[in-house]
């Protein structure tokens, strides 16, 4: 048939690969590397850290899926709550009713978050939970009385989802743009905190601070009065896993504050114990105006998300005859609303937070005995959300192309060896919160070698 292709591999594939090459169309993935290169894995099973492919196969799962399985695969306890919930009642239509997990759930995250972020939209996802909070500061705006407050300011770097409203608040034009451009109109982008590579070329604390003043000059460039939100990661993953001084996300509060400014902090991928606290927030001594909470909310067992926002957000929306002119026909539905419920339940009674700072503790000083490559930069994290820069050379820290042979070959070493990282160009290592000693070492010890052969490869070793 014209525009198939022969699948040409010298991977035996079983039943369930070929279908799924056949048929399934893998988010974000290059068609020809999945079919050509190294085959697809199909998962079957998991549990704690490892999962188990179609053959059998055994891999340490270093990333949580991707920042998600934070209480770990295989918890029967979930699967439970949500067989249960389903039987008794799935579904009722989010536009004018709820449920009692949900309403449970509303309130189990009103009494965690910080401060008084206590009213809860609940979304499917990471994407849907930044589009509605892009949209409920909007309207916030407008019905304030401000019907000019409708600009977004974000972080060049940042990633907020691939939602149109979420993708155009993400700060990677360079990638998007030529596919899915122009975006939503009234998104700027600043500098965002990075100790490695300091867009003011200061050091330490100073080049944060500079970053909190540039959102200043931008609101007074915008004009004030025009600007609804600002948007960002307490620590951004997709723009390198710099960890801020407080006292950057402090004067940011401080900005926002004085100019009428609404803030989101997109805890999507923070938080639900991944940083060593709840949320990430709590490491900052800031509370947002709105939270924007996924992945970890269920730990994967069931889509589910939501923006929550403080009363002031809320009361405008409060009057007779308004309303916030968005819905989705899965928010709050009754079976994510289980899953999220025993998971939160799960995390609390392990003290999985104080366990991820623990761990994580432990897993950067294994990772960072692998600076004596000459191709790692840097390490950096907190909790169990740790990044290495990877760079050509460390003296002028050059980075390896994005899809060059570098970066695909130490990926490949490292998949091969059964673990599963994010091998870019910042290499990314984030095991569920219930990971062992024995599997970081395991992580340290695989990156370690496969960094030494990928080194070797290319002339790079001592």
């Known amino acids: 048939m014209t525009g198939e292709r022969t699948v040409q591999t010298d991977v035996t594939l079983d039943r369930w690969e070929q279908e799924a090459l056949d048929h399934v169309w893998v988010h974000a993935s290059h068609w020809v590397e999945l079919a050509e290169r190294r085959g697809l894995r199909v998962f079957v099973e998991g549990k704690g850290c490892i ?88 309207q916030a705006q407008a019905l304030r009385g401000f019907p000019r407050r409708y600009k977004i300011i974000a972080r060049r770097g940042s990633y907020h989802g691939a939602t149109f409203g979420a993708m155009s608040v993400a700060g990677l034009r360079r990638e998007q743009e030529p596919h899915f451009g122009p975006f939503m109109y009234g998104v700027t982008h600043i500098p965002s905190p990075n100790r490695y590579r300091n867009d003011f070329g200061l050091e330490g604390e100073e080049g944060d601070l500079m970053c909190a003043r540039f959102l200043e000059q931008e609101i007074e460039f915008q004009g004030p009065e025009t600007v609804a939100a600002f948007i960002g990661e307490p620590v951004s993953t997709s723009n390198g896993n710099h960890v801020p001084s407080p006292r950057y996300w402090q004067m940011v509060r401080e900005i926002c504050d004085r100019h009428g400014v609404l803030l989101i902090m997109d805890e999507v991928i923070n938080g639900f114990g991944r940083t060593g606290r709840m949320f990430a927030a709590e490491h900052f001594g800031v509370v947002p105006d709105i939270m924007t909470v996924a992945k970890g909310l269920s730990s994967g067992y069931a889509p589910i998300a939501a923006a929550i926002v403080r009363p002031g957000v809320f009361e405008p929306f409060q009057p007779e005859g308004r309303r916030l002119g968005h819905l989705l026909t899965f928010g709050g539905q009754a079976v994510a609303c289980a899953a999220a419920l025993k998971n939160v339940e799960i995390m609390q009674r392990e003290g999985l937070p104080q366990r991820a700072a623990e761990m994580g503790g432990y897993l950067l000083e294994g990772l960072r005995t692998l600076m004596d490559h000459p191709t790692v930069g840097d390490v950096r994290g907190i909790g169990l959300m740790c990044g290495i820069e990877l760079v050509k050379d460390k003296g002028t820290k050059e980075r390896w192309e994005r899809d060059g042979e570098f970066l695909a070959y130490l990926g490949e070493k490292i998949m091969e060896r059964r673990l599963i990282v994010r091998a870019w160009q910042v290499l990314h290592v984030a095991p569920p919160l219930v990971v062992t000693k024995e599997e970081i070492d395991r992580i340290a010890s695989i990156l370690d070698e496969c960094l030494t052969l990928a080194e070797r490869k290319f002339g790079l070793s001592g």
């Open 51 to 138: 999962l188990i492919d179609s053959h059998g196969d055994r891999y340490l799962d270093g990333l949580s899926g991707l920042w998600v399985v934070n209480v770990g695969h295989g918890r029967t306890e979930i699967a439970e709550a949500m067989a249960k919930q389903a039987a008794r009642l799935a579904y009722v239509s989010a536009g004018a009713f709820t449920t009692t997990p949900a309403v449970e759930l509303a309130e189990v995250l009103a009494r965690i978050t910080p401060g008084d972020l206590s009213r809860v939209f609940f979304c499917s996802g990471g994407s849907e939970a930044v589009e509605s909070a892009v949209k409920i500061v909007k």
